[in-house]
């Protein structure tokens, strides 16, 4: 079956600090891949996507590229804010054109101090 | 415009109660997607709805389980006979279906517990 995997946290960063989140995924034929994320008190948001191998989904300064070779899609971001505090989900969908359930990671809990 | 809404935004039921949840989706979104969210197994898919149709219901997570979507839009999660373990938070999602599949909207959710 499918599966993500990503580091589950706390991270903890300086703000202006570069930001890896790591993800890895295991799923049959070709999927789809997500980053959601979950700000304090708020719904879980679509951050960026990727669709096929070597796309790079990238939204509010946050990157991401489909490494089919290496089944990942880490998260980075060169230079987080305090206001990027929250909760990152990796998340892939295998069918259906995306039109299916997504498979969610247990999320990284992100924490940038002043 | 308006989001994906869900009613109530808590509720706390005890042990063998039946609950019903609720959720609007976006209007003209034709997929329907439940999750649950819950400290020990994260964010789990449970069903997802084309139309008024779900295709594959296996990722209820027991029969006590149920879900509907009537008109193409509002739909109702129902749990009989709850148990304890059925305390998390429940998402419900929609998106364009196969005209944007990928990009699915999250509602606020419903935060079940059950004593």
């Known amino acids: 079956g499918n599966s993500v995997t990503q580091m589950e946290g706390p991270v903890t960063l300086s703000e202006e600090a570069f930001l890896t989140i790591n993800c890895t995924y295991t799923a049959t034929g070709y999927p789809s891949l997500f980053w959601y994320v979950q700000y304090p008190g708020e719904g879980l948001q679509l951050l960026l996507k990727?669709?096929?191998?070597?796309d790079k989904g990238s939204n509010k300064g946050f990157e991401a590229t489909y490494r089919k070779e290496t089944t990942s899609f880490h998260l980075e971001k060169g230079s987080v804010q305090v206001s990027d505090s929250a909760v990152y989900f990796c998340a892939l969908s295998n069918g259906g054109g995306g039109a299916d359930g997504l498979t969610f990671g247990k999320g990284t809990h992100l924490i940038i101090q002043p | 415009g308006a989001g994906v809404s869900q009613s109530p935004s808590n509720k706390v039921t005890e042990k063998g109660k039946d609950v019903e949840l609720r959720c609007d989706p976006i209007s003209g979104h034709t997929a329907l997607y439940w999750y649950r969210q819950s400290l020990g197994q994260g964010l789990e898919f449970l069903i997802y709805?084309?139309?008024?149709?779900?295709?594959?219901k296996s990722g209820l997570p027991s029969d006590r389980f149920s879900a509907e979507r009537t008109g193409g839009s509002v739909s109702t999660l129902t749990i009989q006979r709850t148990q304890q373990e059925d305390s998390a938070v429940y998402l419900c999602?929609?998106?364009?279906?196969?005209?944007?599949?990928?990009?699915?909207?999250f509602g606020p959710g419903t935060r079940l517990t059950v004593t």
């Open positions: 709805f084309q139309g008024n149709s779900a295709p594959d």
């Open positions: 990727a669709t096929k191998a070597d």
């Open positions: 999602a929609s998106s364009l279906g196969s005209l944007n599949p990928y990009e699915q909207y």
